[in-house]
């Protein structure tokens, strides 16, 4: 059922009795299980896999912050909420050459518009104050590859 | 892309209902037929707009490792170090970015000793070295991206 499910649904109207069919189990066998795996998180979304700059999000950035180690769920719980942030992670920092603990993803369509959202970000909540940097991509040498990539979105 | 199509991306990258008729599902939510969704998705993933639909599956809890690296790569030697680092097949999103740190990836292999061994392998043929950020806490993953 994993491999049947990997590479998409079938674009029927009936995708998941299509799904049962394959791989001789009913209709209701596939739905439980795919609930199942939903509530325990092994399947993070289920949705569209979408080609972002297809749709004119060409402007990725990485902004990394370096908040106090005792504030960072309070900070993360702020950017969380912002409709621009995609993705949002703690990591360590490696000193002395790096000093930000805080990755969040910003997708926009031009960087002027990701420069903006980002000052519109820091004009309220508590983030006015905190050290931070932008990286925007150059160009995307590589977007696909890994194992698992299709689980990953965590560098995009 | 036209207004309906609009509507049945930003609809659907917030998941597929897992219901016997999914795509009649979201049509009445959009107040269209299942027929009109069906080809307009089919139409987007053959125009290339979409790669697939269906399940983004957690590989931490599949029992995949991660990482996300960095490395200072000198500007002349970028393009020789990005074939050297793309020639990894564990190696995916590959960016360069505007930083000292100019080249970020991420590495995705089954195990943490998978991991180590890959970018140990990426200092020797780049006599670089490789800065390892892997993910401590995640607070929020949720591409969305509207249309």
């Known amino acids: 059922m994993f491999a049947a499910i990997e590479q998409g649904l079938p674009l029927v109207a009936q995708p998941y009795l299509a799904i049962a069919e394959q791989i001789d189990a009913s209709e209701e066998q596939v739905t439980s299980t795919i609930n199942h795996w939903q509530k325990q998180g092994v399947i993070r979304r289920f949705g569209l896999v979408i080609r972002h700059r297809k749709l004119g999000y060409v402007a990725n950035a990485m902004v990394v912050w370096n908040v106090d180690d005792e504030c960072v769920e309070d900070v993360a719980a702020i950017l969380a909420k912002q409709k621009v942030v995609t993705l949002c992670y703690r990591r360590p920092r490696v000193l002395p050459e790096w000093n930000y603990n805080l990755f969040c993803m910003i997708h926009g369509k031009d960087r002027a518009q990701v420069i903006k959202q980002l000052d519109d970000m820091c004009q309220h909540g508590d983030l006015a104050g905190i050290e931070k940097k932008i990286l925007f991509s150059n160009k995307a040498y590589k977007q696909r590859g890994g194992k698992y990539s299709q689980a990953s979105a965590s560098g995009n | ?147």
Not at chain 2, 26 to 44: F, G, P, R, T
Not at chain 2, 93 to 122: G, T
């Open chain 2, 1 to 147: 892309m036209d207004a309906l199509d609009k509507r049945i991306l930003n609809r659907t990258q917030r998941g597929i209902p897992v219901s016997e008729q999914p795509f009649a599902d979201i049509a009445s939510e959009l107040d269209c037929s299942e027929d009109e969704v069906i080809n307009k998705l089919q139409h987007m993933l053959d125009d290339g707009l979409l790669s697939r639909f269906g399940p983004m599956y957690d590989a931490a809890s599949l029992g995949g490792a991660f990482t996300l690296s960095a490395m200072q790569v000198p500007e002349e030697r970028f393009d020789e170090v990005t074939e050297i680092v793309n020639a990894f097949s564990e190696v995916a999103h590959n960016y360069k970015r505007q930083h000292r740190l100019n080249m970020w990836f991420v590495v995705a292999c089954e195990s943490q000793q998978e991991i180590q061994s890959v970018i140990k392998d990426i200092e020797q043929q780049s006599s670089l070295p490789v800065y390892d950020f892997p993910k401590e806490e995640e607070f929020y993953v949720g591409l969305y991206l509207p249309v």
